[in-house]
């Protein structure tokens, strides 16, 4: 039998740099951060061997960030991301992992790219954001 305990993604939070600390972005949910995809690049050659093609890795790319709020336009954080989207301004973000003891900081660099915002009959008043990532990203212990 094995030690594994699945965990919930219930304290998992999502924060911007305001110039002088993270402000955690309330009421967020379903953030997801998909991974690193590594780009391949043909090497094929005419002396590749039986005929196959070969690669190599190339560029590595974070792709979008996206997440979930319960949208209330007071709300000071909501607001900056619409300022940092209007003014093309390059954040620097945080998803913190509370739940787990180490490796649970991941910190990038990423535009506001999407805000669409939802607002069904008879549900919340959402929007759906959307961070394109650039540069690298860092794993570390908060």
């Not at 972005?25 to 391949?40: E, K, Q």
């Not at 070969?54 to 996206?66: A, C, H, N, S």
């Not at 209330?72 to 607001?79: G, L, M, V």
């Not at 998803?95 to 069904?120: C, H, K, M, R, W």
């Amino acid at each position: 039998m094995s030690d594994y305990t699945a965990v919930l993604g219930l304290e998992t939070e999502i924060r911007v740099y305001n110039g002088s600390t993270y402000d955690n972005i309330p009421w967020a949910s379903n953030i997801a951060l998909p991974g690193i995809t590594v780009d391949m690049v043909d090497s094929t050659t005419n002396s590749s061997p039986n005929g196959f093609r070969e690669k190599i890795p190339g560029l590595k790319d974070l792709g979008d960030i996206t997440f979930t709020i319960n949208f209330h336009d007071d709300e000071e954080t909501h607001q900056a991301l619409w300022d940092m989207q209007q003014a093309s301004e390059l954040g620097l973000w945080q998803i913190a992992f509370p739940q787990f003891a180490t490796n649970n900081l991941y910190e990038f660099d990423a535009y506001v790219t999407g805000l669409p915002i939802d607002s069904p009959l008879d549900g919340l008043v959402v929007q759906n954001i959307t961070l394109t990532g650039t540069g690298n990203i860092e794993k570390s212990t908060e």
